[in-house]
């Protein structure tokens, strides 16, 4: 079953990397790199600050194993559980999504430092309207959690690419007229057709929404796990943040140059590591919940020497190929120098990335984020220091080459201690 799960999503994952091969081909030519595709790749820095902030609360790393016995064994425990967080995750977002939206033109020169007055006044109006998105993928993530526990695995992969259908329709419909504000409205779109499809789940599943099921005791006991883990993809956001805004500061177009060069690495975590991943997670929840921990162990070792492999593999052909790899996503950019330059570097990680993703949710299995917190604070510190250092040294858009590779080793290294040691705890 994980061999055919695994295969569905790895193949809707190549028809998403497709996809979106041709959303951000469709960016680099008709946006162009430069000023403007630098205000739209900023513009999701705060909405997804604030969707790292709850995100625990609807992933399925924590929802899953949240969930799993009640699937098999309680019915209304699990209408009480999914309505709890569902009304949880949608009345607080909406909140904090308001308070945010009133002081964002505020602290956008902070986020923002490289962007001159007419970049920042649409930074502000472009992060305003992806404040929606939130709320949508947020609710949406819930809903692909009930999915992947019941094996719903081809409607849990069709919703992401509307999302991405959408917004290719939009750069072309809508940036000629409305600028980066157009292709803004299309992500928000895109996010609520998501959405809307993730919810024929409901419809199969017979899950009724209700208030009159919410649960504090549920909520609180969700929390337990999920404050962790939801603290530890806060500091992924703000190390995101933090590296965005530098870039700012290192050219026009540096940002954009970046994120390009990033999406190549992560299309391999995308279509491998993330279909191994949601694959096995629901199978890694239950053998841990049954106390079955030599299959765990076994499943989690084999899928990780499988990701390192392929990895390697996969780093040597990017980095052999990448000037033909940028030409083929990004066409004639006159940026696509420097998009394979970050390429090659960033790909010398691609081992530890891969490795790494896999660990977390082996983690989120057994309910343990505390591990996945400290490792990601001390791994987010230490690249953030890199940074700043190469910057004052600098080094420019390599800079950003050398927190990659800092922020990625040594979040391995430490996920692996932090699995080595629960290991001889439970032996």
Not at 85 to 96: E, P, R, Y
Not at 252 to 278: C, D, K, M, N, P
Not at 338 to 344: E, L, R, Y
Not at 369 to 379: D, E, H, K, S
Request: charged share 10%; aromatic share 14%; glycine share 6%.
């Amino acid at each position: 079953m994980i061999l055919r799960n695994s295969a569905i999503l790895a193949f809707f994952s190549i028809v998403s990397l497709i996809l979106g091969i041709f959303r951000d081909r469709l960016l680099a030519q008709v946006v162009g790199v430069g000023p403007m595709l630098d205000v739209y790749n900023a513009a999701f820095r705060i909405p997804d600050l604030l969707y790292g902030v709850f995100f625990a609360v609807v992933s399925a790393q924590t929802v899953v194993p949240f969930i799993t016995k009640a699937v098999h064994e309680d019915e209304k425990d699990l209408v009480e559980k999914f309505n709890s967080l569902f009304f949880f995750f949608g009345f607080t977002l909406i909140v904090v999504s308001i308070i945010t939206a009133l002081f964002l033109p505020f602290v956008a020169p902070y986020v923002v430092p490289g962007f001159d007055e007419f970049q920042r006044h649409y930074f502000v109006i472009a992060s305003l309207i992806l404040m929606v998105q939130p709320l949508f993928l947020g609710l949406s993530a819930l809903v692909s959690s009930l999915a992947q526990v019941k094996h719903k695995f081809i409607l849990y992969s069709t919703a992401p690419l509307i999302y991405t259908l959408t917004i290719i329709a939009s750069i072309p419909l809508l940036y000629p007229r409305y600028g980066v504000i157009g292709i803004a409205c299309g992500v928000v779109v895109g996010a609520i057709l998501s959405f809307g499809i993730q919810s024929y789940t409901l419809y199969e599943a017979k899950m009724k929404l209700s208030l009159s099921m919410f649960s504090w005791a549920h909520i609180m006991s969700h929390m337990r796990v999920a404050v962790p883990r939801s603290l530890s993809t806060v500091v992924s956001r703000v190390r995101e943040l933090v590296y965005a805004a530098i870039a700012t500061t290192l050219g026009v177009g540096a940002l954009s140059v970046y994120l390009f060069a990033q999406r190549v690495i992560e299309a391999f975590i995308q279509v491998i590591v993330q279909s191994a991943a949601t694959a096995t997670l629901p199978l890694l929840a239950n053998k841990h919940s049954r106390g079955e921990h030599k299959d765990y162990t076994k499943i989690l070792k084999t899928n990780i020497i499988t990701i390192f492999t392929m990895a390697v593999i996969a780093a040597a052909f990017i980095i052999f190929f990448r000037d033909t790899i940028v030409h083929v996503l990004y066409g004639n950019t006159p940026r696509a120098a420097d998009i394979a330059f970050m390429v090659k570097y960033l790909a010398f990680t691609l081992p530890a990335y891969a490795m790494s993703f896999y660990f977390v949710t082996a983690f989120s299995a057994t309910k343990d984020t505390m591990g996945l917190f400290y490792a990601n604070v001390v791994a987010t510190g230490l690249g953030v220091v890199a940074l700043l250092t190469a910057r004052s040294m600098g080094e420019g858009l390599f800079s950003l080459v050398y927190a990659s590779w800092t922020m990625n080793v040594v979040y391995l290294l430490l996920l692996g201690f932090f699995y080595s040691r629960k290991k001889k705890l439970s032996q």
